[in-house]
Each structure stands twice: as C-alpha cells, then as structure tokens.
C-alpha cells in the first residue's frame, strides 16, 4: 500500500519561501519518479516539477523553472520542494504524486497525497 503524506504549506508574502515534504511508504516499481502539482480554484491541476529518486533526471515546468527546487531523501523516502521568490499566482493546494516514470501528466501519475494548502498574499 503505497502512501504519500504532505506537509509544509502555509502563507507566506510575496518573495518569501517555503518548503514542502512528501513522505512515502510502501514503493514499489511504480513509484519509481516522484512529481509535484498544484490546483488554484477553478484551474485545473497544473505540473509543478518531478525527480527519479536517484535525482539523475530532473524535470521543471516552465512556471517554476529557476524559483522551485526539489530534493530527494532516499534514507527518509522523503521528497522535498523548496519554493523560492514566491508570486501570488503560486496560491495553490499543492499535491505530491508519484509514477513508475518521468512525465508531466496528471493521469501518468499512480498515487497521490491529500494535499498540502500554499497562499501567498500579495
């Protein structure tokens, strides 16, 4: 049984930071790369960025590229997204997710967590 545990959000001010954690248990094969997403109200779930494990491969939407980035801990099946330069058009329930590989697609994606609230005030 494979779950993926948020936590980390909050609000912040523009041009703050945050980080966020998603501990897993139970891997398996199709858990094998871990994204992010966020969902605004009234937007759709939008890719945020998603790693392998090993971090060997890296992937970034453009919205974040530069600002965002995530960390593995392999000892603590513990992913990480750090969050930098903070806009108000990053208010988001953000979502840890994991797949059996690299993609960018929310149906790609096996298992999802419940979400952690991140608001940024303007």
């Known amino acids: 049984q494979v779950q993926l545990v948020e936590s980390g959000g909050g609000l912040v001010q523009a041009g703050g930071s945050l980080r966020l954690s998603c501990a897993a248990s139970g891997r398996t094969l199709r858990t094998n790369v871990m994204g992010w997403f966020r969902q605004a109200p009234g937007a759709e779930r939008e890719f945020v960025v998603a790693?392998?494990?090993?971090?060997?491969?890296?992937y970034y939407g453009d919205s974040v590229e530069g600002r965002f980035t995530i960390s593995s801990d392999n000892a603590k099946n513990t992913v990480y997204l750090q969050m930098n330069s903070l806009k108000p058009e990053d208010t988001a329930v953000y979502y840890c997710?994991?797949?059996?590989?690299?993609?960018?697609?929310?149906?790609?994606?096996?298992?999802w967590g419940q979400g952690t609230q991140v608001t940024v005030s303007s």
């Open positions: 790693t392998t494990w090993s971090g060997d491969s890296t």
């Open positions: 997710a994991a797949a059996p590989r690299l993609g960018y697609v929310v149906n790609e994606y096996y298992y």
